[in-house]
């Protein structure tokens, strides 16, 4: 779509013009190029639907993080004046009837519903006043060695199968059978954590009733598992654009029909937000719990490791996290 047909149908806020459009034009995104660049903003702003993302990437193809007036504000920050916003489809709520009368639920509360879409406005973070003062995003694996532990525990918790450290040939692999995840004890850094989100995401994909893909389901798993992967390592300032956009081109994704690649896109944001949100609540939770401690508290947990012996061993049993003496983080 041409930038000034867009403009004319953002003021007109003829939004199921807007949304037929964007339905229409998803095919761009079988480009690689594009492709990264949907992923690369779901890294930064992961809460907005696929539809958003898309729209406000037509809006501006490299659009940094967004965010409404009013959030900016409250985070304590200023738009610069004469800034222009871009457009975001808002739902609009109401309450719902059925027959004239009022739908409640269990509790007698009036049920609400999506009855439409509205534009609403966001502002990028370049158009802040203070936007050369936003912080810095931190080099989780490089700022503290023992980062790579807690993501990979953080992980390794919120998965929903068992997750195995053992010496493989391959880097890792997710078995529907088993039920389990077993990654490579050599692996580390990095590697280590990319590959783990990638087999974590499969796990989840194969539960997920809603994924279903018929003939290329596991075309289009792999293409999502790797995509969720990039999104969810990027967030934590891992980049692996190399590795994963060759991967992504050698599973067809220039060969993905329309309907598939949006169901693909709309995946890819609610897995890789789903995990986030999980992966930093549980990081949030190990640091409350350290913090929690008094030293006298301290002393007598470090009291009871040396009674018990072997106090790394017994962190990882009590985890349930690894099954093998091998495992990195013994």
Do not use: C
Not at 58 to 76: C, E, H, N, P, Y
Not at 261 to 269: D, F
């Amino acid at each position: 779509m041409e930038k000034s047909k867009l403009s004319e149908l953002i003021n007109s806020k003829d939004t199921k013009q807007l949304a037929d459009t964007l339905k229409q034009e998803v095919s761009e995104y079988r480009k690689s190029d594009l492709f990264k660049n949907y992923l690369d903003f779901l890294s930064k702003t992961y809460n907005y639907s696929s539809r958003n993302v898309r729209f406000l990437l037509k809006q501006k193809r490299d659009i940094g993080v967004v965010a409404s007036f009013t959030k900016w504000k409250a985070l304590g920050y200023n738009i610069k004046k004469g800034s222009k916003s871009y457009k975001v489809f808002m739902p609009i709520i109401a309450k719902k009837y059925a027959d004239g009368k009022p739908v409640l639920d269990d509790n007698g509360e009036h049920i609400k519903e999506v009855v439409g879409y509205k534009l609403g406005s966001v502002f990028e973070d370049s158009q802040l006043v203070e936007y050369d003062k936003l912080p810095k995003q931190i080099k989780y694996l490089e700022q503290d060695i023992d980062n790579e532990k807690k993501l990979f525990l953080a992980l390794a918790k919120v998965s929903n199968v068992p997750v195995e450290l053992k010496p493989l040939e391959h880097d890792g692999a997710y078995s529907p059978t088993n039920e389990s995840i077993t990654i490579n004890a050599k692996l580390h850094g990095s590697d280590l954590i990319h590959t783990l989100i990638h087999e974590v995401t499969h796990a989840r994909i194969h539960h997920d009733s809603n994924a279903k893909f018929g003939d290329d389901k596991y075309k289009l798993q792999e293409l999502e598992a790797e995509t969720t992967a990039y999104i969810v390592a990027k967030k934590f300032d891992i980049d692996t654009s190399d590795y994963t956009l060759g991967y992504l081109n050698s599973w067809g994704l220039d060969k993905v029909d329309e309907k598939q690649l949006t169901e693909v896109l709309e995946n890819i944001q609610k897995t890789a937000s789903g995990l986030i949100k999980e992966i930093d609540s549980a990081l949030e939770k190990k640091q409350e719990k350290v913090k929690e401690k008094t030293p006298l508290q301290e002393k007598i947990a470090s009291a009871k490791n040396r009674q018990k012996g072997n106090s790394g061993k017994k962190e990882v049993e009590n985890n349930n996290l690894f099954k093998s003496k091998n495992a990195n983080f013994q």
